[in-house]
């Protein structure tokens, strides 16, 4: 206990210095196809095994919105030539992932190796070319790192960022839509490795440096080169591209830059509960510096692989975040995937599945108002209490044992209603409940107004009849308003509608700009009398929530 309180006092240490040395500019827009479930594996790394892995997901009726082909897919590393005994028609499986609706996010460092692991050429083809032409950093001392010995791109020698960008361009082409873009730069360090990043300790590196076109640098200025120049070619390239990169991470301190990170990903964690408590807290430093688009590792990558409780309880929370993203080398094709435990587990499984895709759009809406307002989508993070708000309207608290008897302190200034039992509680309030396998703490302000996209009965918040209308749940009290940042397709364009509802005067108002199609659920403990110029409605006793259908640009409803 001790020891845990320590490393959680010297995290906080490291942040509080961390906001001296960065700004907080505002996060970037994240792409709505990357908000939902990415799916990936790092054991048998071929094109057959990805397209298992997805074929097996969709067979079990869990959607899949983006894959990871992890390392090593290249002949040699960071050459960005396919392996082609392991990925024999690389085209081809982007496209048909593509027009499945799976996005591909390939893996990359900025390591040139002489020696390599796990890639069929050792050395790289461009490693004597980098030396010549000094588009290396330490002037082309090796370094042996993860993957082999090589060298690190001098991310800000512009000739070597020129060249780098046009390898890019190899894959670039062919319907690639980001990049895990890994770290090895810290092996290339004076004095130390990342292997002696420990969780409190990263403040060290703060004086670490390498050499590099304009002089001796810290490793932290480089990030900002290589991890920036990923960021701008990729939306060069493809607007509407992420790379998927690390904030904050036990494994070396803050990486990439606040503004341009699309979503982020804090590195390796076991798949055990000690996996998923540390993880919880890089996610909650991450948004506590001002990340925007903060994902969770369902599972963890290595070491322990995930009970089936545990993958349950990782899952949860991972729906809570801005994506959950499932795979690594711990039971890729075991303990990951949830039909490998049992049928319950794929049904919780599928639920938070679906649960978060539905609440993308509310994800992508606070997305874009931290992007135009600063904030993030993580809000009032607590690492002793595994909790946070995901946006204003939303409160969940993480289960981080096998314990199902749950204490609660909900946050103050709202009154708070239960997700599962609808009773109101008081902001501040301390409960203990009791959450079943199938549940986890979830709390919705009273006032809210929520987006949501809704195309089957999975929730049991709306069902297929909501396909391809604009679902917007409401749990009433005073006067409440929203603008609602609607994405208009996958990417990041959006346009605003604004929605209010006046409680005491029951009325519902919408402005947008164009013709949609909304079904509203409001909270509602009676059968109203009246309901004025909506399309059609009707109540549901059971659940206590009134059902509007109403199709236009701008409107007012009024309830009696």
Not at 393 to 419: C, H, M, Q, R, V
Request: overall charge neutral; aromatic content about 14%; charged content about 25%.
């Amino acid at each position: 206990m001790k020891k845990i309180f320590l490393k959680r006092i010297i995290l906080l240490i490291v942040f509080s210095v961390s906001q001296i040395v960065f700004a907080q500019p505002n996060p970037p827009i994240t792409p709505k196809w990357a908000l939902g479930h990415v799916v990936w594996e790092d054991s048998i790394n071929t094109q057959k095994a990805a397209q298992s892995l997805v074929r097996q997901y969709k067979e079990n009726n869990i959607p899949v919105d983006a894959i990871i082909i992890d390392s090593p897919w290249s002949l040699s590393y960071n050459d960005f030539n396919w392996n082609t005994d392991s990925y024999p028609e690389p085209e081809q499986m982007i496209d048909a992932f593509n027009d499945d609706g799976v996005k591909v996010i390939l893996w990359l460092t900025g390591c040139i190796n002489i020696s390599s692991r796990d890639v069929p050429v050792q050395k790289s083809p461009d490693y004597d070319f980098v030396i010549e032409n000094k588009y290396v950093v330490n002037n082309g001392k090796p370094s042996n790192w993860w993957k082999g010995k090589g060298v690190h791109l001098d991310f800000t020698n512009p000739e070597a960022v020129k060249w780098w960008n046009a390898h890019l361009d190899k894959v670039f082409a062919k319907g690639v839509y980001g990049w895990k873009v890994d770290q090895g730069e810290y092996y290339f360090a004076d004095s130390i490795s990342m292997l002696d990043a420990k969780l409190g300790q990263d403040n060290t590196y703060f004086g670490d440096t390498l050499t590099t076109s304009i002089g001796r640098i810290s490793i932290r200025e480089f990030k900002r080169y290589y991890y920036d120049n990923m960021y701008d070619y990729t939306k060069k390239k493809k607007q509407d591209g992420i790379i998927l990169a690390r904030p904050f991470s036990h494994q070396g301190d803050f990486a990439a830059s606040i503004d341009k990170l699309g979503l982020g990903w804090s590195g390796d964690f076991k798949g055990n509960y000690e996996g998923l408590k540390l993880q919880i807290a890089n996610i909650y430093t991450s948004a506590a510096a001002g990340y925007g688009a903060l994902a969770c590792e369902v599972g963890g990558f290595y070491e322990d692989k995930s009970t089936k409780t545990q993958l349950i309880r990782y899952a949860q929370f991972g729906a809570m975040t801005a994506a959950m993203i499932n795979g690594g080398q711990n039971g890729a094709f075991t303990n990951h995937l949830p039909w490998y435990h049992d049928e319950e587990t794929t049904e919780i499984y599928r639920y938070y599945v679906n649960l978060h895709r539905q609440l993308i759009p509310y994800i992508f809406s606070t997305l874009v108002d931290a992007h135009l307002n600063g904030g993030t989508l993580l809000k009032e993070t607590s690492i002793d209490n595994y909790s946070h708000k995901l946006g204003n309207e939303l409160f969940f608290k993480a289960i981080i044992s096998d314990k199902n008897t749950i204490d609660i302190t909900l946050p103050e200034g709202d009154d708070w209603i239960d997700f599962w039992s609808g009773k109101t509680f008081t902001g501040g309030t301390g409960l203990t409940q009791i959450y079943a396998l199938k549940q986890a703490p979830v709390f919705v302000r009273a006032g809210a107004i929520i987006p949501m996209d809704i195309s089957n009965d999975i929730t049991g918040i709306g069902n297929a009849s909501n396909n391809g209308k604009i679902t917007i749940l409401i749990y009433p009290k005073g006067k409440s308003k929203y603008t609602f940042h609607k994405a208009l397709g996958e990417g990041m364009d959006y346009q605003n509608i604004k929605i209010s509802f006046d409680d005491e005067n029951g009325l519902l108002m919408v402005n947008g700009k164009d013709w949609d199609n909304y079904i509203f659920y409001i909270k509602k403990e009676k059968k109203p009398n009246k309901v004025k110029d909506s399309d059609t409605w009707l109540y549901d006793e059971e659940k206590g929530f009134l059902k509007i259908k109403k199709s236009g640009i701008s409107f007012q409803i009024t309830i009696k």
